[in-house]
């Protein structure tokens, strides 16, 4: 696995952050993981809203029609508390790739608020999965994020798509709780990573296979802190 800049597979002037892991490394081997992170902010991005571009390619193709059970494939992760560190309220927003079908617009966005109860196990609160939206292959997009801790009124959970040459699509738009249900002093998002590739070894080991990698790239990251808008407009 290697997280390295290179240039960028569209346009050879510019250069990316690149992504990929071609055999699992984390827990034990049945997982793959590369991650940007912001760790430790404690009592900071309570609320933000972020931009970051995007490129899958061809190589993820493979997903469509492959026999691996694409039901996670984590490009970005929010924790307002870490299972990691015997926290006693850990909660995460997952944003994933999934396949839904065995057909050319297969891959979709989803989205899941979830409490984990330990190292192994999750309860879902809320699941968001987007089936309009089907996620372009070679084809470089903005995506937007907008997080508001909250409960199940006044948290919220917001994410936009635009591909070049195409139209903003809101593949996420969810009122609900952005913190476990039951933390009586909910402090932000500590750790989380805006930018990752977090998937099972039957995806990493089935692209291989397939003499394929699994990997991502990603552009102009940019964020602003106490962001509440989700339709703000950025020039």
């Not at 933000?48 to 469509?64: E, N």
């Not at 015997?86 to 839904?100: A, E, I, K």
Request: aromatic share 16%; hydrophobic share 35%.
């Amino acid at each position: 696995r290697l997280a390295q800049i290179t240039t960028d597979p569209i346009n050879p002037t510019n250069n990316v952050f690149w992504f990929w892991v071609k055999y699992p490394n984390a827990s034990s081997g049945t997982k793959g993981r590369v991650q940007g992170n912001l760790y430790g902010n404690s009592n900071d991005f309570t609320s933000l809203y972020y931009t970051i571009r995007l490129y899958l390619p061809h190589d993820l193709d493979t997903l469509k029609y492959g026999t691996a059970q694409v039901h996670w494939f984590t490009l970005m992760e929010f924790w307002n508390n870490p299972n990691w560190n015997g926290d006693p309220y850990p909660f995460r927003v997952s944003v994933n790739l999934q396949r839904m079908g065995y057909v050319p617009d297969s891959l979709h966005f989803g989205v899941r608020g979830e409490m984990n109860t330990d190292t192994d196990s999750e309860a879902v609160v809320w699941n968001s999965p987007n089936t309009n939206f089907s996620v372009p292959i070679n084809t470089w997009m903005k995506i937007e994020i907008n997080y508001i801790q909250g409960d199940s009124t006044t948290g919220r959970f917001f994410m936009a798509v635009t591909p070049d040459g195409g139209n903003r699509t809101v593949v996420c738009d969810v009122t609900g709780y952005t913190f476990h249900p039951s933390n009586p002093n909910p402090d932000g998002l500590n750790y989380f990573s805006p930018f990752k590739l977090y998937t099972s070894d039957d995806v990493i080991d089935t692209l291989r296979n397939w003499g394929k990698l699994a990997n991502v790239y990603w552009d102009d990251f940019e964020i602003w802190k106490d962001s509440t808008s989700a339709v703000m407009t950025i020039n």
